[in-house]
Every structure is written in C-alpha cells, then in structure tokens.
C-alpha cells in the first residue's frame, strides 16, 4: 500500500501574495519511507502538501505517486491521506463511523464499512472506543481517531500536517510510537511536516528543509545535524558553532586550523559543529580541534546546561552535564571531534 513519491519543480504563487510559496521544488520520498519537512512558519510546507493532496493547483511541476503524474486525478483519487495539527472529526458521528466515512462514501455497506474501522481502530490503540462520541475524546484519542480515518482509505501516501504540535510531550510520545507501529504494519509513504527536530528524528527516516518554497538540503536524519548542505540549514537543524574561513585546495582553514574539506571549492567555506558535539577537555585522539577560552555564560537546555565560551574572536556553544562544574568567568579547554565538524560553503 506503499508508492515512490516524486515532486518536480513545484512552483506555486498565490495571488495575494507577492512572493512564491513553493519554488521549484524537487523532493522524491521512497515508497514506504517517512520524510520530515522542516522549515520555518510561512515556508510552503503546508502548501506542498495541499499540492500533492490535489486541494491546490500548482502553477508549474508534476507530483507523481507510484510513477504516475496525478495531475487530472481529482483529491479524492489520488490514494492519497491527510492528518492535520487539528483532527476536524465530524462531531455528530461516533468514533467507529467517523473512520468508516471514507468507506460509506465509497458505497460500501455499512456493517462492512464498520468492521474495517474497527480494524484501524485498533492499528491505532483505540478498539472499545468505537461507540463514543468525538466530543468524549482527549486531544491524543482525536487525532489517532483521525489517523484511523486517514488510513482506512488504504493512502498509498500519508500526509501530516503538524498533527502532533498541539499535544502534550507525553502524548506526543505516545504518538510517534504508534506511527512507528503504523508504519511496521502499513507502510505507506509519509510526508510530515513538523516544527520539531526531535520529533523528525524520532519518526522520519530523511528531513527535508523548505525555505522560502525552495529546497534547501534533503537527506537522512543524521546529515540533516551532522552534514547540512549549508550554512542556513545548519542554523535550521539548531547548529549553534560556525566558524568562517576559507577553502584552498580541499583545505578548510579557520581560528581553529585546518580541517580536510574534500569536495568543497575554494573560497569562503563555514566549519560548522554541534554544540552536542563539543567535548570539555582536551580532548584525546589526534583528529581533535581544540579550543581554549574562557566560559561567557551559561543556561539550562533541557536537563543539560549550555555554555559560550568565548575563544579569540570566536564564540562556541557547548552542551554540557547539569553537574558540570564550569561557571562564567572559568577557563576551559574544549575539543571536537574532526569527523564530526562539517564545511559547507559561504
Ligand atoms: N490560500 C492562500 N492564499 C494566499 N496566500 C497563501 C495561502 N496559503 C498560503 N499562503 C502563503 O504562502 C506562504 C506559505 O504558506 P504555508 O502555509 O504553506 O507555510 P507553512 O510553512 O506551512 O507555515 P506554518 O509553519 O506557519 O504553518 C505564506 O507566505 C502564506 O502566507
């Protein structure tokens, strides 16, 4: 129930507004993978996925789904799903028959049509909910009932549209494992749009960053963090160390040396790396940049701290252990792993 998903130069500008929404934008999605798209409010992701569910028109570029251009394929045929961040169930149905619409639409008997939402209901962990009303339901109950609805229509590709931003962190976990359990039973293919990096990474196999309607990297979750394809995906993905400095013959060299950048033109060129890679101490093995300075500040992240040292003329992020030792004002020796420092251009 699966189908390569393949976007070609999707173009679309609305007529209120003066810029393009979507700009030439190419993005293949393997049958039965999930891809993340990540991108800041007003990039276009919603508009892409409203392009490929057939409920926009672009202006240019093709959607394919299992090699075939649907564009004359009406929304409704394109085996195509949508989840959005707010479940728009029908309240006056019960649960069981708000996932048997698409089915009784489809002029499928009722009583069969019922059976089978029983079955996704329970793909989604709600068997016994059938009878409720949609109002009894929680936030996290609605949209796995709207999961449920999208997946009994058998989507050969299932779009999310941020449909876990307005849940609790511990329900929003218990959403990315039922995916995980969707996608082990079903795998149909998913474009999801998220504003979370972890939540793309948690569930999503490859992230795609939209700005400004474009394309700006692709790949798997760990290159998204460890290997952008530029500068501003790196800020995308939450990098917080860049270092300027210049490219001269697969060199990259900057305030914190030479690092190889093989494949990279000569030129201005950025060492980017993450602060979640940044090691206190010197650092052992010889592919190590180090860093000496002085720690500028620090805050709570989470369960960790960050701290900025300041180095020369540079700043560095660090995460570090909540017990860590260091405050404002000490000296501190920082390492990072060569491998794990990456050179994009500009
Ligand atoms: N129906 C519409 N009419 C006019 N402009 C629109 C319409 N839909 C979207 N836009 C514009 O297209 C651009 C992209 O919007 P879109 O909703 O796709 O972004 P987004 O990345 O999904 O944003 P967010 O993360 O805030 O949901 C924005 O500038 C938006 O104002």
Request: aromatic residues 2%; negative net charge.
């Given at each position: 129930?699966?189908?390569d998903l393949?976007?070609?130069g999707l173009t679309?500008?609305?007529s209120?507004s003066?810029?393009a929404?979507l700009d030439d934008?190419t993005?293949?999605?393997?049958?039965?993978?999930c891809?993340?798209?990540l991108?800041?409010?007003g990039?276009?992701k919603?508009?892409l996925?409203r392009v490929?569910a057939?409920?926009e028109?672009?202006?240019?570029?093709?959607?394919s789904?299992a090699?075939?251009?649907?564009?004359s394929?009406?929304a409704?045929?394109?085996?195509?799903g949508?989840?959005?961040?707010r479940s728009?169930l029908?309240p006056h149905l019960?649960?069981?028959?708000?996932?048997a619409f698409?089915d009784?639409v489809?002029?499928?008997p009722?009583?069969?049509a019922?059976?089978?939402?029983?079955?996704?209901?329970?793909?989604?962990?709600?068997?016994?909910?059938?009878?409720?009303?949609?109002g009894?339901l929680s936030g996290?109950?609605?949209?796995?009932?709207?999961?449920?609805?999208?997946?009994a229509?058998?989507?050969?590709?299932?779009?999310?549209d941020e449909?876990f931003?307005?849940?609790d962190?511990?329900?929003?976990a218990?959403m990315?494992?039922?995916?995980?359990?969707v996608?082990?039973?079903l795998a149909?293919?998913i474009?999801?749009?998220?504003?979370?990096?972890?939540e793309?990474?948690r569930?999503?196999?490859?992230?795609a960053l939209?700005?400004?309607?474009r394309l700006?990297?692709?790949?798997?979750?760990?290159?998204?963090?460890?290997r952008p394809?530029?500068?501003?995906?790196a800020?995308?993905?939450?990098?917080?160390?860049a270092?300027p400095?210049?490219v001269?013959g697969?060199?990259?060299?900057?305030?914190?040396g030479?690092?190889?950048?093989?494949?990279?033109a000569?030129?201005?060129?950025?060492?980017?790396?993450r602060?979640e890679d940044?090691?206190?101490?010197?650092?052992?093995?010889?592919g190590?940049?180090r860093?000496a300075?002085?720690?500028?500040?620090?805050?709570?992240v989470?369960?960790?701290?960050?701290?900025?040292?300041?180095?020369g003329a540079?700043?560095v992020?660090a995460?570090?252990?909540?017990?860590?030792?260091?405050?404002p004002?000490?000296?501190?020796a920082?390492s990072?792993p060569?491998?794990?420092?990456?050179?994009?251009?500009?």
């Amino acid at each position: 129930m699966s189908a390569d998903l393949v976007l070609s130069g999707l173009t679309k500008t609305f007529s209120a507004s003066p810029t393009a929404a979507l700009d030439d934008l190419t993005l293949a999605v393997a049958a039965g993978t999930c891809t993340a798209v990540l991108g800041p409010s007003g990039s276009g992701k919603s508009t892409l996925l409203r392009v490929i569910a057939g409920l926009e028109t672009p202006d240019r570029g093709t959607v394919s789904i299992a090699g075939r251009d649907v564009a004359s394929v009406p929304a409704e045929r394109r085996g195509v799903g949508m989840v959005f961040q707010r479940s728009l169930l029908f309240p006056h149905l019960s649960v069981r028959d708000n996932v048997a619409f698409s089915d009784r639409v489809a002029g499928m008997p009722r009583a069969r049509a019922r059976e089978r939402a029983e079955r996704y209901l329970d793909t989604v962990r709600l068997s016994g909910y059938g009878s409720r009303r949609v109002g009894e339901l929680s936030g996290g109950q609605e949209q796995r009932v709207a999961i449920a609805r999208a997946l009994a229509a058998e989507p050969a590709v299932l779009l999310l549209d941020e449909p876990f931003s307005a849940l609790d962190p511990a329900l929003r976990a218990d959403m990315h494992d039922l995916l995980e359990a969707v996608r082990a039973d079903l795998a149909p293919t998913i474009l999801l749009v998220t504003h979370d990096r972890d939540e793309a990474a948690r569930v999503a196999d490859r992230i795609a960053l939209v700005e400004h309607g474009r394309l700006l990297h692709e790949g798997t979750v760990a290159d998204a963090y460890r290997r952008p394809g530029s500068l501003r995906a790196a800020e995308l993905m939450g990098g917080r160390n860049a270092v300027p400095g210049e490219v001269v013959g697969g060199i990259h060299r900057s305030a914190l040396g030479a690092v190889a950048a093989t494949g990279v033109a000569d030129g201005p060129a950025t060492l980017v790396f993450r602060q979640e890679d940044v090691r206190v101490g010197e650092g052992t093995d010889a592919g190590s940049l180090r860093i000496a300075g002085t720690v500028r500040s620090r805050r709570l992240v989470g369960a960790r701290s960050e701290i900025t040292v300041d180095a020369g003329a540079l700043e560095v992020h660090a995460e570090v252990a909540s017990v860590s030792a260091l405050r404002p004002g000490d000296e501190v020796a920082l390492s990072v792993p060569e491998a794990l420092a990456h050179v994009v251009v500009g």
